[in-house]
């Protein structure tokens, strides 16, 4: 444990948004393995909870922001794959425009050739 978690630990704690969210998890861990124990002091009980609530409200912040930014993240991916199968489309569709054209000119030599095999 590092000399900062313990301070925090210890009731000297730092403001909760100063932490990031791994720190304040542990620190908010380590509160309640304190108030779940047989020997809770009550002179600090109250700091303790109000602690704890500012770290839990910390964590929920956090884990909302991240599921914000990864729900951008994954909205523009899909947007830039949906482009992507739309411009795979129009050029299949462009395709098989050309080869259904080429395929009724009647000048196309394959028309004769099959002429020739069915004969």
Partial sequence: MTEATTGRAAGTAE??????YADAL????SILDELDGDEVDVDV???RVRRASELLRLCRERIAGARFEVEQVVGELEAEADSA???????????DRATNASASDPTNDDDATNDDDET
Avoid: Y
Avoid at 15 to 20: K, R, T, V
């Fill in 15 to 20: 403001q909760p948004d100063e932490i990031g």
């Fill in 26 to 29: 542990a620190e908010l861990e």
């Fill in 85 to 95: 199968t739309a411009a795979a489309d129009a050029d299949d569709a462009g395709h």
């Fill in 45 to 47: 009980l109250g700091a």
